[in-house]
Antibody, heavy 126, light 111 residues
Framework: EVQMVQSGAEVKKPGESLKISCKGS????????IAWVRQMPGKGLEWMGI????????RYSPSFQGQVTISADKSINTAYLQWSSLKASDTAIYYC???????????????????WGEGTPVTVSS | QSALTQPASVSGSPGQSITVSCTGT?????????VSWYQQHPGKAPKLMIY???NRPSGVSNRFSGSKSGNTASLTISGLQAEDEADYYC???????????FGTGTKVTVL
């Protein structure tokens, strides 16, 4: 069974650092891009960025560039999302998902997300 | 890059058909056949329902169908059932620096 298993809920204080994880199984981890998606309380889905675990090629949505870091360790089939200094506005559920992507004329196009993790709730409060 | 525009809510009675619209631009919905739709029940992760405008993943009911005309994509749910009550999000590849964009989301209510 193809699945993405995420790390558990986190409660942090403003200014603290955090790294959450997403482990893929049941498929060739290095062969697919993995995306991170934010959902703030009561709000919609926001695409944050994406990584190709085989070579760690990473792209960010401009809204999240410089705010978070996406990384991966292909030796343990795991992708990560991290913050160096959390803010209260980072309170949200964070989902990872396998993102189907194609190379069209040398340009990567990200098509759709077919396998999702269960989400990691992150609460930042003093 | 703004989110794709969806109606906030759509409702219908059991057995009826409803359609959820998703309006973008020529840089996303209108320019490529890479529109997908996700269903999200409360407290659950999103689930892929439609990809590449009109394709259904294995296991998704054929009551769900997708289409596109110009800059607007649509999700139609036929034979509406209580279990279809959920939030629905469209999304698309975009040639802008955003790379990928979601819609604003639509709450589907079964009356």
């Amino acid at each position: 069974e193809v699945q993405m298993v995420q790390s558990g809920a986190e409660v942090k204080k403003p200014g603290e650092s955090l790294k959450i994880s997403c482990k893929g199984s049941g498929y060739s981890f290095i062969g697919y891009w993995i995306a991170w998606v934010r959902q703030m309380p009561g709000k919609g889905l926001e695409w944050m960025g994406i990584i190709y675990p085989d070579d760690s090629d990473t792209r960010y949505s401009p809204s999240f560039q410089g705010q978070v870091t996406i990384s991966a360790d292909k030796s343990i089939n795991t992708a990560y999302l991290q913050w160096s200094s959390l803010k209260a506005s980072d309170t949200a559920i964070y989902y990872c998902a396998r993102h189907r992507t194609g190379n069209v004329g040398g340009d990567y196009r990200h098509f759709y997300m077919d396998v999702w993790g269960e989400g990691t709730p992150v609460t930042v409060s003093s | 890059q703004s989110a794709l525009t969806q109606p906030a809510s759509v409702s219908g009675s059991p057995g009826q058909s409803i359609t959820v619209s998703c309006t973008g631009t020529s840089s996303d919905v209108g320019g490529y056949n890479y529109v997908s739709w996700y269903q999200q029940h409360p407290g659950k992760a999103p689930k892929l329902m439609i990809y590449d405008v009109s394709n259904r993943p294995s296991g998704v009911s054929n009551r769900f169908s997708g289409s596109k005309s110009g800059n607007t994509a649509s999700l139609t749910i036929s034979g509406l059932q209580a279990e279809d009550e959920a939030d629905y999000y469209c999304s698309s590849y975009t040639s802008s620096s955003t790379l990928y964009v979601f819609g604003t989301g639509t709450k589907v209510t079964v009356l």
